[in-house]
């Protein structure tokens, strides 16, 4: 679907065709733990670029009508029961809706857009109630994925720790933890861990401070704990990609830049605080790789054109 997809992002199918070879070529011959299905990532980058198509074609028109937006709101809030993180990304294409577009309307056809995702969200919110006795979004185990990213053995990744022997404080690792879990339930242990984690962070501010610069490092640079030789795929991703966005970016409207942008800027932010892995990236890679092959296209667009003018 790259091909489509990248030509409705103001790249062109071409662009679109190298991405899809490339990222195919990739995940064959790349590392197979890297590439394993994880837990839908990359269900979660079609779902991503589904959205964003539908959102560029509101600004583009420069409206949407009410039962477009509240399927739009529906599809979203069937999307977040994929990946809850994908929540950054719609709050952030809600925003540039409401800046960009000058319909009067826009303010209650984003309403209608939120109120769709409620009512998707709402039978699996009655149902998180009934079984735990406590509202909260999609999932709850985020005090216990804080756990894990900050303490006295935490590093900024999984491999690293897994490489020191570090003993996971998790009810998936550890079966007094799980017993613990089932005593006090999900929800008041997941805040406990979450406290535990705040309280590390608050006596650790620079050294936390680190390990976030250092999840950033291996989101966009690549695994800075091995050797150079060993990461180059991921900072040659990251280059070329924005090699294509300074040469795409100038030929494509205002809307098209933000369907790249926003997802680049806001998807990584909560994989910038737990402990980093990977498969993380999927979700996004579909973009880099749009943007690299737009550089690819270009240049191999000006070849040709020398040639034919030689």
Known sequence: MLPWFSKRLGTGRGAGVIAGLVGAIGGLVGDIWDKLPGHGEYLTGLVMGLVLVAF????????????????????????????????????????????WLKNPRKWALVGVIALGILLACL????????????????????????????NDATAATFEEM????????????????????????????????GGEALAWISAHPVE????????????????????????????ALT???????WRSFPRITVPQRAAFLIPLATYPLIYYIVAYMPRYRIPIDWILYILAGAAAWQLIGGSLRTGRAA
């Open 123 to 150: 039978p699996w919110g009655w149902r998180n109630y009934k079984t735990f006795n406590a509202v909260f979004f999609i999932r709850s185990n985020l005090g216990g994925e804080l756990r894990v990213a900050y």
């Open 208 to 235: 936390s401070l680190r390990i976030i610069v250092l999840r950033f490092a291996n989101l966009w640079i690549g695994p800075v704990y091995k050797p150079v030789e060993e990461m180059l795929d991921v900072p």
């Open 239 to 245: 280059v070329l990609a924005i090699v294509g966005a």
């Open 56 to 99: 560029l074609r509101r600004w583009r028109e420069g409206s949407g009508g009410w039962s477009d937006s509240l399927l739009l709101g529906l599809a979203i809030g069937m999307a977040f029961h994929v990946q809850p993180a994908l929540l950054p990304v719609i709050l952030g294409c809600m925003l540039f809706e409401l800046w």
């Open 162 to 193: 897994d490489a020191m022997g570090a003993h996971y404080i998790h009810p998936g690792a550890v079966s007094s933890e799980a017993r613990k879990l089932i005593e006090v339930g999900e929800v008041q242990y997941m805040r406990q861990a």
